[in-house]
Structures are given as structure tokens and as C-alpha cells.
């Protein structure tokens, strides 16, 4: 309403120049005097302006004639389009002024204006390859999804645009939660063009989700022929896909397969601990226990892990505990004073019964309030004949006390209580990293891995009743695990 008057009273104060100019040109004197032939002719100054306008005119028309005259010159000497390409020129004009009109419109978060003229485009240019385009992106922007997919179907009918169309519309099937479909149209996508790193991103995670390792694995190859990997970053990936690949080969039973890969894994990526245990395991199940504490040395090297102390522990089952402490010494002299050697250390001495060098051990430990730390302590007070009263202290404390490190997602923060190739809330492949989250939302399995270490001596020489209540730190839904120290002992049920 305001637009409309804004205009009718623009229109008013046009006319009234116009007028007062007329009045005025029509009272000033002078003029302009032509001679033609012997003729004079005066033109008043009102008079000279509608002739200089009429001279204008003219001219114009003088030049469309000529332009016709040409393409019919054209059309005469065998050019059969040029005089349907001479009156087609204002269409065209007009076609593109309503494109580019559209494309403001789209870049301006205006949809449903820009659809207007996506449409007044096609009507003058007849070009869908133009205007479905941005038909389709003005229709997602307006949240119009079934114009969208329309315009999206008729781009892949064309040759040029039918990447454009496959992309858009499974861009709306990831939107939609549909990755079974997504991953078949990137699959396409990817086919027309291998070299584009948008659709091999997606494809990637795609066939990550699905568990194609060995589809993400070509798809790797083809992110670093393209130049859009780096080759150092391409090697941890294809080593979490090797490892990903061996993992689901072993619930196979495929066990010289999936010891192939696991090694393939840990020669790409030697600081990946599952990579490393899995392969240790590997050679250990192939009966080569020097390579597999070669692997494992070099993993302890980069980050110690209790997977890679268990995996250790596994090459020699039947060795007794204070062997077992002497032969850990090949790990345990790599990083002294990291916390993770410390404990493994205490864990070591407590089986063997050494309690007071483990007191020693993890003298400074308690400070940093890690709840394996508080656990293993009243370990070594129930070893040295402690009351009940100061093991449960101990207890106390570590049920209050951050779990330590453990499996973190870097892109969502969310806790894992394994290792994963892809992380099971946000999606994201390969950004799980073993540290102390901000937040602890789950119990910790390697602390839970000590409770036999408490337990299993009380329960043979005393009563179910002078057992501390250890059982309040297992969450429902965690299984306990056996320690690693002592999962291997004589005579034990790992179990």
C-alpha cells in the first residue's frame, strides 16, 4: 500500500515538471531556425524539444530497420535462424534480466520471489539447464521440498547438468536420514566426478557408516590420487580402515585374513593402539612373539595404553607374577613417570604381592584424584591387612574420581567405552582419541578391570560380610573385565 502511493505520487510530481517545463519553454522567446531548399523554417523552443524527441525517435527506428534489413540479407544468403534470432534478441534480453533478477532474490534469502523469476526466465530463455537450477535452490530456500526434487529430476534428464541434479537430491536424502539412498547417489555422484572433494567427503563417511571398509578405502585412495588428501593423514586413515576391515574379519572367524590386515593397519599407523594390539595378537596367535613385542614397544613409544599392556601380557600366559614384573620392564622403562607405566607397574606388584614397592609406585598418583589410582590403593591396604574401614575410604574416593582417560570423540566430546572407526552419536570418522574428558559419563574399564584384585583375595579366607561394597562402582550396563595382569595366570578362568 505505501510502495503504491510512493509511486502514484512520483507520477503526479513528474507530470507537473513536465507541465511547468512546457509552460515555461512555451513563454521564453527564441528558437531554432532551419533552412531546407530556400525554405526558412523557425521551430519556437517548446517546439524544438518534441522535434529533438520526434529526431530521436526516428534515428531508433531508422536502426531496427537496418538491423532487419541485415538479418533478412542473412537469412537470404543460407543463415535459416537469423531473422528468428533478430526478434528473439528482446526475448533473450529479457530472459537474462529475470535470471539475474532471480539470483539476487537467491542470495537475498528471498525464495519464493526468486522462483517468480526463475520461472519468467524459463518462459523467455527456454534454457531448464539455467533456470531449473535455480528453481531447485529457491524452492529449498522457500522449504518447498517437492519443487525441489522436481527441478532436481529434471537436470539429471540432461547430460550437462546431471551431476547438479544427483548431488542436490542426495544433499535432500542426508537431510531426510536417508543414508542408504545417499550412499548409492554419491556412489554416481563420485562415478561422474571422482576428482570432487565435497562428494568424496561425503561418500567417505557414507561408506564408513555402512561399514564398506573396503569401499572407503578406494574412496581414500581416490581423495590422495586427487591431491586433496595429505599423504600423512591418508596413512592413519587407510590404517583405521585396514583395522576396521580386520576387526569385522575376526567376528568371521577368518583368523590369517583379518591377522593380515591388523598387521597392514599397524604398519600404517604404528601409533594406533587398537592397530597394535590386534596385531601383536596376530602374531602372537601365529606363533612370533618377538614381532609382536617389537609392535607393541613401538606403540608403548608413542602413548602407553592398558589394550597394549594386556596384549603384552598375552605372550607369555603361563609365566608367574614376578617374572611377569621382570619382563614388563621392556615397556615400563620406555616413559618411567607416565602415568599409565606407573600403574601398570602397581598392578604388576599387587599380583606379585610386592605391596609396598606398588605403595611406592603410586606415591603421587592419589594427588591427581584418578579413580584407578584410589582403586589400586586399596589394593595394596587390603594386601597389607588394612581394615575395612580404610579400603573402603579408598573405595569412597574412587567412586568420586574421574575415570582417567578413555575413549573421546573430538568432534562431539561423547565418552566410547571401546574404540570405534566412526562415532556412534555424531557420526564422525576417525575422531576418537584416548583422553580424560571434560565431563566422565560412563565408568571407566580399566578401573573396573581391578576388581578382582580386591575381591578375589577377601572372598577365600573371609566372609561375604567383611567384604567391602566394591560392587557400586560397575555401572548396570558395563561388563567387568578380568585384569590383564591376571587374566593370564595358571590355573585362572579369564572369564
Not at 500500500?1 to 507530470?15: G, R
Not at 606379585?352 to 584418578?370: H, I, M, N, Y
Request: charged share 25%; hydrophobic share 45%; net charge neutral.
Amino acid at each position: 500500500m505505501l510502495w503504491s502511493l510512493i509511486k502514484i505520487l512520483a507520477f503526479v510530481a513528474l507530470i507537473a515538471v513536465l507541465a511547468e517545463g512546457a509552460g515555461h519553454l512555451m513563454e521564453s522567446s527564441g528558437g531554432i531556425q532551419i533552412t531546407v531548399a530556400g525554405t526558412e523554417y523557425t521551430l519556437a523552443p517548446l517546439q524544438s524539444v518534441i522535434a529533438g524527441l520526434a529526431l530521436l525517435v526516428v534515428v531508433w527506428v531508422i536502426l531496427k530497420l537496418l538491423s532487419l534489413l541485415v538479418a533478412t540479407l542473412r537469412f537470404l544468403n543460407g543463415d535459416e535462424t537469423a531473422i528468428s534470432r533478430y526478434f528473439d534478441k528482446n526475448r533473450e534480453r529479457r530472459g537474462y534480466q529475470a535470471l539475474a533478477d532471480g539470483l539476487m532474490a537467491l542470495a537475498s534469502g528471498e525464495g519464493r520471489l526468486a522462483m517468480s523469476k526463475a520461472a519468467k526466465a524459463e518462459k523467455y530463455l527456454g534454457k531448464p539447464e539455467l533456470t531449473n537450477l535455480l528453481t531447485a535452490q529457491a524452492a529449498e530456500l522457500a522449504g518447498d521440498t517437492q519443487k525441489a526434487t522436481e527441478a532436481y529430476r529434471m537436470l539429471i534428464a540432461t547430460n550437462a547438468t546431471r551431476f547438479v541434479g544427483v548431488r542436490g537430491i542426495m544433499k535432500q536424502k542426508l537431510a531426510a536420514g536417508e543414508s542408504d539412498t545417499a550412499r548409492k547417489l554419491a556412489e554416481k555422484a563420485h562415478a561422474m566426478k571422482p576428482k570432487h572433494p565435497e562428494i568424496q567427503d561425503v561418500l567417505l563417511r557414507l561408506q564408513a557408516q555402512a561399514q564398506d571398509w573396503a569401499g572407503a578405502r578406494n574412496t581414500l585412495s581416490a581423495k590422495l590420487k586427487s591431491g586433496s588428501l595429505p599423504r600423512d593423514v591418508y596413512r592413519r586413515r587407510d590404517a583405521v580402515l585396514a583395522l576396521s576391515e580386520a576387526r569385522d574379519i575376526v567376528d568371521e572367524g577368518k583368523s590369517v585374513e583379518s591377522r593380515e590386515k591388523a598387521i597392514e593397519a599397524n604398519r600404517q599407523s604404528p601409533d594406533l593402539v587398537p592397530a597394535a594390539a590386534l596385531a601383536a595378537r596376530g602374531y602372537i596367535d601365529a606363533g612370533k612373539p618377538r614381532l609382536a613385542t617389537r609392535v607393541l614397544k613401538k606403540a608403548w613409544e608413542a602413548q602407553p595404553h592398558p589394550d597394549l599392556a594386556a596384549a603384552f601380557a598375552a605372550i607369555v600366559p603361563d609365566e608367574t607374577p614376578e617374572q611377569r614384573v621382570k619382563r614388563f620392564e621392556v615397556l615400563t622403562r620406555i616413559h618411567p613417570e607416565h602415568v599409565e607405566t606407573r600403574l601398570v607397574q602397581a598392578e604388576l606388584l599387587i599380583v606379585a604381592a610386592d605391596f609396598p614397592e606398588a605403595r611406592r609406585v603410586l606415591g603421587g598418583l592419589t594427588d591427581k584424584g584418578d579413580a584407578r589410582a584410589f582403586t589400586l590403593m586399596a589394593a595394596v591396604e587390603r594386601g597389607e591387612g588394612g581394615s575395612d574401614a580404610v579400603v573402603q575410604g579408598w573405595l569412597a574416593k574412587a567412586l568420586g574420581a574421574a575415570r582417567g582417560p578413555q575413549w573421546v570423540c573430538d568432534n562431539c566430546q561423547s565418552i566410547h567405552r571401546e574404540w570405534v572407526p566412526v562415532c556412534t552419536r555424531c557420526d564422525s570418522f576417525d575422531t576418537l582419541s584416548w583422553k580424560t574428558p571434560e565431563t566422565a559419563e560412563i565408568a571407566s574399564a580399566t578401573g573396573v578391570s581391578m576388581l578382582p584384585l580386591i575381591v578375589g583375595p577377601v572372598a577365600k579366607d573371609a566372609k561375604s560380610d567383611d567384604i567391602p561394597e566394591v560392587e557400586l562402582i560397575v555401572s548396570d550396563d558395563q561388563e567387568a573385565k578380568t585384569t590383564v595382569m591376571n587374566s593370564d595366570k595358571p590355573g585362572t578362568d579369564p572369564k
